[in-house]
């Protein structure tokens, strides 16, 4: 049996049986994880037994080449954040195409798509985010050498989109029932400045009242996140007067208070993060001037900071605010003429931290469901749409969805149909899982 415990093998076996439903049924027997401790593993043992979930198991393996059609489709429509109307529309009509009781669009741009469970279930969202980090004008279209498919976005995070649209085929083609309601969602904002607002938005007052979220993010089999990477991200502008730099000198200079800040703030900062939780620190985007002959009115920064710890991330944050204050105060004293500077320290992004703990039953069912996949579960800590919900205490986690990719974020962004249909598998079995499915009548 061990063979079966490492992943890359599961190509080779899964060639032997016809189906992966087929190998689930013969493994049973002497699967040596019956030994183990996690409380879900017979649950999910038995999940995978189920008939109906076995004909879901074999639609997504059956009907691979539309999950990669859609995958090809939504990644050449771009999506940057704050303009992912025209991606969310397309997924929407899929919604629709593949068949659910009632799709719409939130308020805030998020694409919605209910299929009623039979009730006493609560509510289960499964999401990808629709945007990308790739400005408008970026060529989206695919490139294709050999087996590899080449696109901005094709892995991240349009390879989630198209994992939640195969979920919905299968479970529709199997006729499947669950207790709770499934939400089917293609989310706003996850990118960049985006800072989560789609997933902000689903857990205010105005959301959809879901009681646990499973976040599909990105490739691959083995993660699971249920830890939430904080981060705080600000825009610090310091503004003075302007004017020539001959004519006019001796006014205080923002680019000069901005570089004395950067200084202060990575004197501070680096002794913060030397020890302790992993905390981090970065000026990411610096800007100002008019010319080089010009004392500039404005100079700025953008400044990201995470940490695995809340109290980390605040002495981090609170040097940033003090490193400010006190550059652009020195500044204003050595100044010899004019307008003090002033200086605003905005914050454009905060996503918060938290964690799981890995008994919670959305982890663990995901740890069972790997492990009977014969994948070795990495849990981890990331930075996801599942941090608002992990922040808040609701049941969430981010999994890959199925499938290799490389230089996310990089304009040869890669993505390689590895055993693409596995990950799908996998975050059917969670979903499945987590949402409940009625026994056999
Ligand atoms: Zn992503």
Redesign the pocket.
Known sequence: MDHLLEPRNMRTLRRAPATLSALLLALLPAHPLSAQSNPFDTEVRRLSQHPEVRRALDAIEARDDLTMADLRELTQIPAPSFQEEARGRRFLEKLRELGVDSAWVDTEGNVIGLRRGTGGGGRVAIAG?LDTVFPEGTDVMIRQHGDTLYAPGIG??TRGLAAVLALLRAINAAGLRTESDILFIGNVG??GLGDLRGVKHLFSPQGPDIDAFISI??TGHEGITHQGLGSHRYRVTVRGPGGHSWGAFGLANPAHALGRSILFFQQAADTLTRSGPRTSYNVGMLGGGTSVNSVPFEAWAEVDMRSESPASLDRVDAALHAAVERAVREENALRRRGEPLTAEVAMIGDRPSGELPVETPIVARAVAVSQLLGIEPRLGRSS?DANIPIARGIPAITIGGGGAAGNAHSLNEWFLNDRGALGVQRALLILLAQAGVPPVS
């Open positions: 985010h991240d995070d996850e990118e993010d990105g996801t």
